[in-house]
């Protein structure tokens, strides 16, 4: 599904370059489930925000489901964040203004999907990912593991073809970390292909797969 | 398998999505020129709502700032119309066939020998307009001072005004006790006076002034009759104002000349015709053209013209409080760009465009704006409703193209100074705006 050849992004700091990512090659197939590892630093998150279309590679090559990334304009790479990418952040990212509901329907508003099948929609999704009773809590009345799993509603609501998460368990206590990796890994199950970056070696071996990169390159591959 | 049951994500093709499968392609496409899905004008209004909701001090302050500007130029415009219908009223009810003769000539003299030398208006130049001059209706003569008016111990300075009974009917005068001054040859200086109702009331208190002599002056004039309240009327306050005959008042002044007629036409009378008549025959008495004939219409469209700009004048100085409020707006809403960076870099992940980021923030800055200009159109309404309870007699109301013209500005000002930072909030890199808390 996923193919990644010859990757490289360098960033330009003062007069010398940056290698955030050196000669990256990497192949996802549809429902793996891979963990991305390594120390702070060692270019994972960039690798993931490529992956997200949030950020574009120096030089090298991105196909996503047969489509050349590199070659699509903004607005192309807009849809497929929207439709095709989920996104899970380490620190949840919720509008604080809005209630469960309203964060899970967030996508499905800039997707321009009516108010009616986003409710539909939104309260499926919370069920999925048990919390049909805190629909109407907002992000202030949740604790971190049901602040984390309402993001997870809204990550696959759209129904994604790849679901990325950085770091979803790093900001979490122990039994909250548990319980969203076994969400993470019950849909990986179903068949949702998840690209999950972390540095906790215990959270990466649930993965079914792990690469682990060190100053910008895969170092070593499981 | 774990319990949280979630057998409605099927991503195997046959499987039935239940979580809205059917409402997007099965493959993802690449469509050219996708520029974010189109979401409803409401809808971006219920979340600008939501956001401007989560700081209500800021929004409240700037939707103040706004209010001020736009009460400002609906306060502003309604007394700036109201005083030029004021100064129009007053004209119209003096009757629009009104023509005023005024001593003197405006234009350049000296060309011919002995020429600038201006003759007198004098009683009979008033005589001669109300007899020879078939289109004038009635006339009345003004011959003005400023003299102290005294009864029992009190005095008072007031302007006199020399006249004749025509006045009454010229001014549309109403007489509040007793009667007018007495009608009759113009050139008989009796010593009746009229009083304004405030000077009755300064100088005789609750007593009758009617039959009493009060001293204008060195000379002696006795009160046959008290003005009914009237205020203030094309500078002169017939309230606070003594009337005496004419010919006496040319004499106590020392004057020649008359201050002014005023002359009525016949209803229906061509204003330019009566005009010209007058000033033939001013012309062929004085042997020269000396005297000027001011129609009403000259002076009302004078004054409407005046009180026009002066109206214009005042909303564009109002208007500057405005453009202040827009950069307030600015400022509020580049500090809630920068205040909400993570969001903005979280809706880019979730796929908002950045057409869709730029509507956000514009949205938000024109609702700010509008929500301050209908609280302006309130208070500015209120004001002017207050002012009206206060000065009953000012016709202050706010001007419908002002009402329409304030609520348009506003939301332009929202729009042009939110344009900044909404294009500031669409271009963050959402990499950047993602990182941290």
């Given at each position: 599904m996923i193919v990644l050849r010859d990757l490289w992004r360098t960033y330009r700091v003062g007069d010398s370059d940056v290698h955030a990512l050196?000669?990256?090659?990497?192949?996802?197939?549809?429902?793996?489930?891979?963990?991305?590892?390594?120390?702070?630093?060692?270019?994972?998150?960039?690798?993931?925000?490529?992956?997200?279309?949030?950020?574009?590679?120096?030089?090298?090559?991105?196909?996503?489901?047969?489509?050349?990334?590199?070659?699509?304009?903004?607005?192309?790479?807009?849809?497929?964040?929207?439709?095709?990418?989920?996104?899970?952040?380490?620190f949840f990212h919720l509008l604080p203004r809005l209630n469960a509901q309203g964060n899970v329907e967030l996508p499905m508003l800039f997707a321009g999907v009516s108010r009616a099948e986003r409710r539909q929609r939104a309260a499926r999704a919370l069920e999925a990912v048990g919390l049909s009773d805190r629909v109407h809590h907002r992000p202030d009345q949740l604790s971190g593991g049901q602040r984390q799993r309402v993001a997870i509603a809204r990550a696959v609501v759209m129904e994604p073809r790849l679901l990325l998460a950085d770091e979803p368990t790093g900001n979490l206590d122990r039994a909250a970390a548990v319980e969203v990796m076994e969400l993470l890994g019950s849909m990986n199950a179903e068949g949702q292909t998840v690209v999950l970056v972390t540095h906790d070696p215990e959270v990466g071996s649930r993965a079914t797969s792990a690469v682990r990169m060190d100053d910008g390159a895969i170092v070593e591959r499981r | 398998m774990s319990n949280f049951g979630l057998r409605i994500f099927p991503l195997s093709p046959e499987s039935q999505g239940v979580v809205g499968r059917q409402i997007r392609n099965p493959k993802f496409e690449i469509q050219n020129g996708w520029r974010g899905g189109v979401v409803a004008i409401g809808e971006l209004i219920a979340f600008a709502i939501g956001a401007l909701r989560g700081h209500r001090l800021r929004t409240g302050l700037s939707v103040a700032g706004v209010a001020v500007g736009i009460a400002a130029v609906i306060a502003l415009t309604a007394l700036?119309?109201?005083?030029?219908?004021?100064?129009?009223?007053?004209?119209?009810?003096?009757?629009?066939?009104?023509?005023?003769?005024?001593?003197?000539?405006?234009?350049?003299t000296g060309m011919m020998p002995f020429g600038g030398v201006i003759n007198d208006l004098t009683i009979d130049d008033y005589r001669a307009v109300t007899t020879r001059i078939p289109e004038v209706m009635r006339a009345a003569p003004l011959a003005t001072g400023e003299e102290t008016v005294r009864y029992g111990g009190l005095a008072r300075s007031v302007p006199v005004i020399g006249t004749t009974a025509e006045l009454v009917e010229v001014r549309r005068l109403k007489i509040g006790a007793g009667q007018y001054l007495p009608p009759g040859d113009p050139d008989q200086g009796g010593a009746e006076m009229v009083l304004g109702i405030k000077v009755a009331d300064e100088l005789f208190g609750g007593e009758s002034p009617l039959g009493k002599v009060v001293r204008l002056?060195?000379?002696?004039?006795?009160?046959?009759?008290?003005?009914?309240?009237?205020?203030?009327?094309?500078?002169?306050?017939?309230?606070?104002?003594?009337q005496i005959p004419a010919r006496t008042s040319m004499r106590i002044f020392n004057r020649t000349s008359l201050f002014r007629i005023l002359v009525e036409l016949h209803p229906g009378e061509d204003l330019e015709v009566g005009k010209?008549?007058?000033?033939?025959?001013?012309?062929?008495?004085?042997?020269?053209?000396?005297?000027?004939?001011?129609?009403?219409?000259?002076?009302?469209?004078?004054?409407?013209?005046?009180?026009?700009?002066?109206?214009?004048?005042?909303?564009?100085?109002?208007?500057?409080?405005?453009?202040?409020?827009?950069?307030?707006?600015?400022?509020?809403?580049?500090?809630?760009?920068?205040?909400?960076?993570?969001?903005?870099?979280l809706l880019k992940a979730l796929g908002a465009s950045t057409v869709q980021i730029l509507a956000v923030f514009m949205t938000e800055a024109a609702v700010l704006s509008t929500l301050g200009g209908v609280v302006g159109l309130a208070v500015g309404g209120a004001a002017v409703r207050a002012f009206v309870g206060v000065y009953p007699?000012?016709?202050?109301?706010?001007?419908?193209?002002?009402?329409?013209?304030?609520?348009?500005?506003?939301?332009?000002?929202?729009?042009?100074?939110?344009?900044?930072?909404?294009?500031?909030?669409?271009r963050l890199d959402p990499v950047e705006a993602l990182v941290g808390r």
């Open positions: 050196r000669d990256v090659t990497l192949e996802i197939e549809r429902g793996d489930y891979l963990a991305v590892m390594g120390p702070s630093g060692s270019g994972k998150s960039t690798l993931l925000n490529i992956l997200g279309c949030l950020d574009r590679p120096t030089s090298g090559s991105y196909a996503f489901d047969g489509h050349d990334v590199g070659s699509l304009s903004d607005g192309e790479r807009t849809r497929l964040r929207q439709s095709e990418i989920g996104f899970v952040f380490q | 700036g119309e109201g005083a030029r219908q004021y100064v129009v009223q007053e004209f119209s009810a003096l009757g629009t066939n009104l023509l005023i003769v005024v001593p003197g000539k405006v234009e350049t002056g060195d000379w002696r004039f006795r009160v046959v009759g008290v003005l009914a309240p009237r205020g203030r009327s094309l500078g002169f306050d017939f309230d606070d104002i003594v010209k008549a007058i000033l033939d025959l001013l012309a062929e008495r004085h042997r020269a053209e000396d005297v000027t004939v001011i129609t009403q219409d000259a002076v009302v469209n004078t004054l409407d013209s005046i009180l026009g700009v002066l109206t214009l004048a005042l909303t564009a100085i109002a208007s500057v409080s405005l453009t202040v409020a827009g950069v307030g707006i600015m400022n509020v809403m580049l500090v809630a760009v920068s205040e909400r960076r993570h969001e903005i870099g007699t000012f016709p202050a109301a706010t001007p419908m193209w002002a009402i329409v013209a304030s609520l348009v500005m506003s939301m332009i000002v929202g729009v042009f100074f939110g344009v900044v930072p909404a294009r500031r909030a669409a």
